[in-house]
Every structure is written in structure tokens, then in C-alpha cells.
Nanobody
Framework: QVQLVESGGGLVQAGGSLRLSCAAS????????MGWFHQAPGNEREFVAA????????YYADSVKGRFTISRDNAKNTVYLQMNSLKVEDTGVYYC??????????????????????WGQGTQVTVSS
């Protein structure tokens, strides 16, 4: 497993942007698929975006397509979530997650939060109207 630490959350007005970062420990970061999940108060954790290990294919929830971009820098052991055109409903805690990747997994695998082994502590994002 890897240890994950998120940063970059904060308070922003609707329409604004934030960039979340997730720093991972360990020498095998490039072998992990990485995901971002969002949890609003009283709601279940929901999928936001994911990026595979080797191919760096990316996957997004419909609610964030065209607004959010996930990327990774394997040299820095870091995954990013660029969030643009933020909406009030994007408010909540954002968690970074990691899973040792396998080439055969289908795209649907990466949206399931139970499939991930390692989690960060979360970073709060608040979008005001």
C-alpha cells in the first residue's frame, strides 16, 4: 500500500477553480491507478475521476466531464485534480485513493470506491454561491 496526502482544498466562489494534489509515498507509484472521490455531508462517497497506471487513460463522472481534469506526475509521485467552473454542489471532502493496477481491468472498475486499497485523509472544498 501507499500513503496518500491531499492538499489544495479551500473556499472558492462558484465559477472559480481549484487544483487538488495528492502526494504518494513509495517507489512504485507508477504501478497504481489513482482516483478522486467526493463526499458531501450526509452522502455516500462518489466517484469523480480516475487515471490508470501505465496507459494514463482517464475516466470521469458525468457531472464533472469538461470541468475537471485528472493528471499524474510519476516522477513526483503526485496525482492532480484540476477543478474548473466549480459549482455549489461540488462542495464536500475530496479523497485521493490508490489501487495496484492490472492491465485487464475495465473502465467501470475504477469508479468503485470499494476497489481502492489506500486512502488519503481528505481535503475540504467549499464552493459558495
Amino acid at each position: 500500500q501507499v500513503q496518500l496526502v491531499e492538499s489544495g482544498g479551500g473556499l472558492v466562489q462558484a465559477g472559480g477553480s481549484l487544483r487538488l494534489s495528492c502526494a504518494a509515498s513509495g517507489r512504485t507509484f507508477s504501478n497504481y491507478a489513482m482516483g478522486w472521490f467526493h463526499q458531501a455531508p450526509g452522502n455516500e462517497r462518489e466517484f469523480v475521476a480516475a487515471i490508470k497506471s501505465t496507459t494514463s487513460n482517464t475516466y470521469y463522472a458525468d457531472s464533472v466531464k469538461g470541468r475537471f481534469t485528472i493528471s499524474r506526475d510519476n516522477a513526483k509521485n503526485t496525482v492532480y485534480l484540476q477543478m474548473n467552473s466549480l459549482k455549489v454542489e461540488d462542495t464536500g471532502v475530496y479523497y485521493c485513493a490508490a489501487k495496484w493496477d492490472e492491465w485487464y481491468r475495465r473502465s467501470s472498475y475504477y469508479s468503485g470506491w470499494r476497489n481502492y486499497d489506500s486512502w488519503g485523509q481528505g481535503t475540504q472544498v467549499t464552493v459558495s454561491s
